[in-house]
């Protein structure tokens, strides 16, 4: 921390804090110049709030002689004021006026389809997000970008995702995406306990190239979902109409031989599809029409986009999804039998969890978890077993792609602990 003066030394003290490796002024990002405003005047110098508008005058008087009027008017707008009135009233209002602020700013990358920025970074990725904010800037001065213009929310994601995925000398040729992806499947590699580690570990290679998606991947929903189309009428009790039901079944040998189903309940992998895609917010239901949304319908004409929800959707969060990773990493290596995965996912189950009683998981609850993650497997098209039986099971080539699908969304989404 620093004390702050009342003569000409402010400037020099400015200087010093915010550039202490040397450098001019002109040097300063717009995002470095916010950081200070908003952050770290009012919790990191050792000044009064009394003296903070003598402070960002000279600071902003500083911007003005290099030639840098926008960032020179973060410090003397009325946004600034207000976040330092928020760190009097308490810190707690403090940050949420910071972090409110930051949000808006329009040099603070936005989150786009292709990456969403961590509240936990590695290196590469800090690198990236700072030279992706100085990116913005540059825009915003050139005039390229117009905050308020028509487009501009979709113009100023469209620059950034083409500057992410073009090589980028910061990361030795790669491009900034694949230097984050590849950094955060590293940390997500070496997570504990050592269980984990070791199955991740035997996945890491196949998830550096993102696979193919199959034109007919997930092709049980995709039936579902042009089968409502524009919409079907539920049964009294709000089921599936029993024509769909009875096609859902012949289709993909659903029911027992030489027998009709009567309703949608009837037929396990159906009820599998239906919930997850209403929880997808694929299809809506108004009285007792279901219909397709436009989310539903964009999925219809976009593989890519129906494999990585139904392989979402399948994965599902939380503990569900690292044992799920589990089970997939035993499925990637080939045809296995339901003994020998459900002694694959126990391993870690074993190691990693503890129920709510605090004892460890016994073989029981990891084959309960297992057959409640195998169903939506069997009913999107993933799992296959050799027969009825059902005593080995395996990926289908569809499978396949989807496993890898969930593990690189995975291994590749933002980290919100340095070690997770």
């Not at 929903?221 to 009790?237: F, M, N, Y």
């Not at 990585?308 to 990773?325: H, I, K, N, P, S």
Request: proline share 6%.
């Amino acid at each position: 921390m620093t004390r702050t003066g009342h003569g000409g030394d402010v400037r020099d003290r400015l200087l010093g804090w915010l550039l202490p490796d040397g450098g001019a002024a002109g040097s300063l990002a717009q995002e470095d110049v916010e950081r200070f405003c908003w952050y770290e005047l009012p919790v990191k110098w050792m000044a009064e709030p009394a003296e903070y508008p003598h402070i960002l005058s000279a600071l902003a008087e500083l911007l003005q002689d290099a030639g840098r009027s926008r960032a020179a008017a973060v410090c003397t707008s009325e946004g600034t004021r207000e976040i330092l009135d928020a760190w009097q009233g308490s810190p707690d209002k403090g940050r949420a006026a910071h972090l409110r602020a930051v949000d808006a700013s329009p040099v603070t990358p936005p989150d786009t389809d292709l990456l969403t920025w961590g509240p936990v970074m590695g290196i590469h990725e800090a690198v990236t997000h700072s030279n992706a904010s100085r990116l913005l800037e540059q825009a915003l001065d050139d005039g390229a970008l117009v905050p308020g213009a028509r487009g501009y929310a979709t113009a100023r994601i469209k620059h950034l995702e083409r500057w992410l995925t073009t090589p980028h000398p910061a990361h030795d040729g790669r491009t900034p995406l694949d230097a984050i992806h590849s950094e955060r499947r590293r940390t997500w590699s070496e997570a504990s306990p050592a269980a984990r580690r070791r199955l991740r570990g035997t996945v890491m290679d196949l998830l550096s190239v993102a696979p193919e998606v199959p034109a007919d991947t997930a092709e049980p929903l995709r039936w579902l979902l042009e089968s409502v189309g524009d919409g079907v009428t539920l049964t009294q009790a709000g089921y599936l109409p029993r024509a769909l039901v009875i096609e859902a079944a012949e289709r993909y040998d659903w029911y027992l031989p030489g027998m009709v189903p009567r309703t949608e309940y009837d037929v396990a992998r159906l009820v599998e599809l239906h919930e997850m895609a209403r929880a997808a917010r694929l299809v809506t239901k108004r009285h007792r029409k279901l219909a397709l949304t436009a989310r539903g319908r964009q999925h219809l004409v976009d593989p890519d986009l129906l494999q990585a929800t139904a392989a979402r959707a399948w994965f599902g969060d939380g503990v569900r999804a690292e044992l799920a990773e589990a089970a997939a990493a035993a499925l990637l290596d080939g045809e296995v039998t339901l003994d020998d995965l459900a002694g694959a996912v126990h391993t870690l189950a074993a190691e990693a969890f503890t129920l709510a009683d605090g004892t460890a998981p016994r073989p029981d609850d990891t084959r309960h978890f297992l057959w409640q993650w195998l169903r939506p497997g069997e009913a999107l098209g993933f799992l296959a077993y050799r027969d009825r039986r059902r005593s080995t099971i395996s990926l289908t080539p569809t499978g396949r792609a989807a496993v890898l699908t969930a593990l690189g969304a995975r291994a590749h989404a933002p980290r919100t602990t340095p070690w997770a």
